[in-house]
């Protein structure tokens, strides 16, 4: 059971380019998250899924698209990078929307837009 | 809207020694849950401790336990017998009993914790 997993986990970006952050959990979740966390903050939450083919804006959806084709597959896309976006990316999934079921997480991916 | 506040950018603490980190949030709701996470420098979120706010038994885990204090809506993580493992960055983290954003977490900036030998 590899849990969540992302990649990459590291990279670089020159201001305008474009690129996709990937991540795959493979506990049949259908919940799942991309927060960013920006120095000396907590996680903040860009996009949610709540199952394949559904999901929805966060509080910092601006300058990123999500798609959700699988259960397994929660793809973050950055389009025409911006500096403010540079960040470290986690990509979370747990098991149900309530309670206090545990909230699993990737490991991050940590992005520079230069 | 939720806010979970940490008003302790860094601790430290003696190895062995206790220490407890501050956590507070601000809601309208009177059922949700309590997280607390872990960042070691390896940025793996590690879950410590869980509380459902309609129990009133203060949550333990081992080493960690919380004192949750509903009225207040104050809840803080206390480690004892610290050990130089524990050195990582903690987050608070609330999520809304009906399901808010569907299950996400709302953090708090975090605490840095530093362990000396």
């Known amino acids: 059971n590899a849990g969540v997993t992302q990649t990459p986990k590291f990279r670089i970006l020159k201001i305008g380019q474009s690129m996709t952050l990937q991540c795959t959990q493979d506990m049949n979740h259908n919940y799942m998250y991309w927060y960013r966390q920006d120095p000396g903050m907590g996680l903040k939450l860009i996009y949610y899924?709540?199952?394949?083919?559904?999901?929805d804006k966060g509080e910092v959806p601006n300058g990123y698209n999500v798609s959700r084709s699988t259960t397994e597959d929660f793809p973050l896309r950055l389009e025409l990078a911006a500096p403010s976006q540079t960040s470290v990316y986690f990509c979370?999934?747990?098991?149900?929307?309530?309670?206090?079921?545990?909230?699993?997480f990737g490991p991050g991916t940590r992005l520079t837009v230069l | 809207a939720q806010t979970v506040t940490q008003s302790q950018p860094e601790m430290s603490v003696q190895e062995a020694e206790t220490v407890t980190l501050s956590c507070t949030y601000d809601t309208s709701e009177s059922d949700y849950y309590l997280f607390w996470y872990k960042q070691p420098p390896s940025r793996q979120m590690i879950l410590v401790i869980r509380?459902?706010?309609?129990?009133?038994q203060n949550a333990t885990e081992n080493r960690f336990s919380v004192n949750f204090q509903k009225a207040a809506k104050s809840f803080s993580l206390k480690i004892s017998d610290s050990q130089l493992g524990d050195a990582a960055m903690y987050f608070c983290a609330y999520r809304s009993y009906y399901g808010g954003s569907q299950g996400n977490l709302i953090f708090g900036k975090g605490t840095k914790l530093s362990v000396k030998p």
């Open positions: 979370a999934s747990n098991p149900w929307d309530r309670g206090n079921n545990e909230q699993f």
């Open positions: 899924s709540v199952g394949a083919g559904i999901t």
């Open positions: 509380q459902e706010a309609y129990k009133q």
